[in-house]
């Protein structure tokens, strides 16, 4: 598995984060076919690389009501 650089990683929050700095997941752009993923209460703990195509159908899925809970 090869090693990848997040050290530049611009970092965002889910449009469905609040203010108060809840449970919160952050994703960064920029990296090809990989979509870096972490908790935004632990910046500088593990990070999860989601291939982007499975990171689309997830979002999509959420975003569709297609997730049951």
Same mark, same amino acid.
């Given at each position: 598995?090869?090693?990848?650089?997040?050290?530049?990683?611009?970092?965002?929050?889910?449009?469905y984060s609040n203010q108060d700095g809840g449970a919160c997941v952050e994703m960064a752009d920029g990296f090809g076919a990989l979509v870096p993923v972490r908790d935004s209460k632990t910046p500088h /703990?593990? &990070?999860?690389?989601?291939?982007?195509? !499975?990171?689309?159908d997830f979002? /999509?899925? &959420?975003?569709?009501?297609?997730?049951? !809970?």
């Open positions: 598995m090869r090693s990848i650089d997040l050290s530049a990683a611009s970092w965002r929050k889910s449009s /703990g593990p &990070v999860l690389l989601f291939p982007a195509n !499975r990171w689309a979002v /999509g899925a &959420v975003g569709g009501g297609g997730m049951r !809970r």
